[in-house]
């Protein structure tokens, strides 16, 4: 699948900025290959054009707020969050044509993201039933881009198979590559996914950030996949620690992904600290990427015969690659490779 050219990826909510990061200038970020230019309105909105002028196509993001809108940093014009232009600064006493505007797109706050839709959004942003709860802190653990394509990030994400393997330094054990059933319930936004792994917990760091001093545990998983890449995943250990992760891959481009994640988490600050809490994922998720910038980016959808050759544990993955294929089929979509 080639994610920049498939317009029913543009249905789909992305979080592609922290909120935090919205200050005095106007910020640039790139979705699914189209730049665009975000900003804080007075009323606590947010502000999403194509980062584009339309004079002479300068990137907005280039230029400078002024009250709610965006002036071009080449010649002055000036936008408002609708992406109509306000102002032509060398010629005040005319009226701004009509057609003197940028595309515009939907954007919103949530979980301490900014939220990006580039079309009417076919489902809401997820919903995660511990923000907010009280009990449970909130722990930002990244915000970095990887080299990889979106979709590979989320199969790995249930890919019980590569842990012994990609994970054997942290929590994982080559002597026991055997895989554990998993209960897989499809969903119109997904499906639910359900597994117990015994587990290695390596090091001092490990048994703080899961409340043990044994040198193995088991993680009882209730994990979520949002179409198209989102996934929760809830592990809730024999202590009572429950440790729930939110990864996002946002397409930048078809070779390059935003990789957000963030966990929920009902302990304290004083049982484990912030950046032990980071820490201890770091670790495990540098493991992730080092292999997953090594795959080849574009997710074949369809099996090519000998393109990639399966096993059983790749279910999840083969469920991804069939209901992502399914809805293309409903949008009269085709999918693309990277090659054609
Ligand atoms: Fe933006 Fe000229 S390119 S005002
Ligand atoms: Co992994």
């Given at each position: 699948?080639?994610?920049?050219?498939q317009?029913t990826?543009?249905?789909?909510?992305?979080?592609?900025?922290?909120?935090?990061?919205?200050?005095?200038?106007?910020?640039?970020?790139?979705?699914?290959?189209?730049?665009i230019?975000?900003?804080?309105?007075?009323?606590?909105?947010?502000?999403?054009?194509?980062d584009?002028?339309?004079?002479?196509?300068a990137?907005?993001s280039l230029?400078?707020?002024?009250?709610?809108?965006?002036?071009?940093?080449?010649?002055?014009?000036?936008?408002a969050?609708?992406?109509k232009?306000?102002?032509?600064?060398?010629?005040p006493?005319q009226?701004?044509?009509?057609?003197?505007k940028?595309?515009?797109?939907?954007?919103?706050?949530?979980?301490?993201?900014v939220?990006?839709?580039?079309?009417?959004p076919?489902?809401?942003?997820?919903?995660f039933p511990?923000?907010g709860?009280?009990g449970?802190?909130?722990v930002?653990q990244?915000?970095?881009?990887?080299d990889?394509?979106?979709?590979?990030?989320?199969?790995?994400?249930?890919?019980?198979?590569?842990?012994?393997?990609?994970?054997?330094?942290?929590?994982?054990d080559?002597?026991?590559?055997?895989?554990v059933?998993?209960?897989l319930?499809?969903?119109?936004?997904?499906?639910?996914?359900?597994?117990?792994?015994p587990?290695?917990?390596?090091?001092?760091?490990?048994?703080?950030?899961?409340?043990?001093?044994?040198k193995e545990?088991?993680?009882?998983?209730?994990s979520?996949w949002?179409?198209?890449?989102?996934?929760?995943?809830?592990?809730?250990?024999?202590?009572?620690?429950i440790?729930?992760?939110?990864t996002?891959?946002?397409p930048?481009?078809?070779?390059?992904?935003?990789?957000?994640?963030w966990?929920?988490?009902n302990?304290t600050?004083?049982?484990?600290?912030?950046?032990e809490?980071?820490a201890?994922d770091?670790?495990?998720?540098?493991?992730?990427?080092?292999?997953?910038?090594?795959?080849?980016p574009?997710?074949?959808?369809?099996?090519v015969d000998g393109e990639e050759?399966?096993?059983?544990?790749?279910?999840?993955?083969?469920?991804?690659?069939?209901?992502?294929?399914q809805?293309?089929?409903?949008?009269?979509?085709?999918?693309?490779?990277?090659?054609?």
């Amino acid at each position: 699948m080639i994610v920049t050219k498939q317009p029913t990826l543009r249905k789909f909510w992305y979080p592609v900025v922290r909120f935090s990061d919205l200050q005095e200038a106007p910020l640039p970020f790139v979705l699914l290959g189209q730049k665009i230019v975000l900003w804080k309105t007075a009323e606590g909105g947010i502000a999403c054009l194509q980062d584009r002028c339309c004079h002479r196509t300068a990137k907005l993001s280039l230029g400078y707020l002024e009250d709610d809108n965006v002036v071009c940093g080449y010649h002055g014009w000036t936008f408002a969050p609708d992406g109509k232009c306000v102002r032509i600064p060398q010629q005040p006493e005319q009226a701004v044509p009509q057609n003197a505007k940028v595309q515009a797109y939907k954007a919103v706050e949530k979980y301490g993201y900014v939220w990006v839709t580039l079309d009417e959004p076919l489902t809401d942003i997820p919903d995660f039933p511990e923000a907010g709860q009280p009990g449970f802190r909130q722990v930002h653990q990244f915000y970095e881009t990887w080299d990889i394509g979106a979709l590979r990030l989320m199969e790995n994400s249930f890919d019980s198979a590569h842990v012994a393997f990609v994970h054997r330094a942290t929590f994982g054990d080559v002597q026991r590559p055997q895989i554990v059933p998993r209960e897989l319930t499809q969903k119109p936004f997904g499906f639910v996914s359900v597994q117990s792994n015994p587990v290695v917990v390596r090091g001092d760091l490990a048994q703080k950030a899961v409340h043990t001093e044994s040198k193995e545990t088991v993680r009882h998983t209730n994990s979520e996949w949002y179409m198209p890449f989102v996934r929760r995943t809830s592990i809730r250990y024999p202590t009572g620690l429950i440790h729930v992760l939110i990864t996002c891959a946002t397409p930048i481009t078809d070779d390059r992904s935003m990789i957000l994640q963030w966990v929920y988490r009902n302990d304290t600050e004083a049982d484990v600290s912030t950046e032990e809490v980071i820490a201890f994922d770091r670790a495990i998720t540098f493991e992730d990427k080092a292999i997953l910038e090594s795959c080849e980016p574009d997710v074949p959808l369809s099996s090519v015969d000998g393109e990639e050759l399966h096993m059983l544990s790749d279910r999840p993955g083969l469920i991804m690659r069939r209901m992502l294929s399914q809805l293309l089929r409903e949008h009269d979509e085709t999918e693309q490779r990277l090659a054609s």
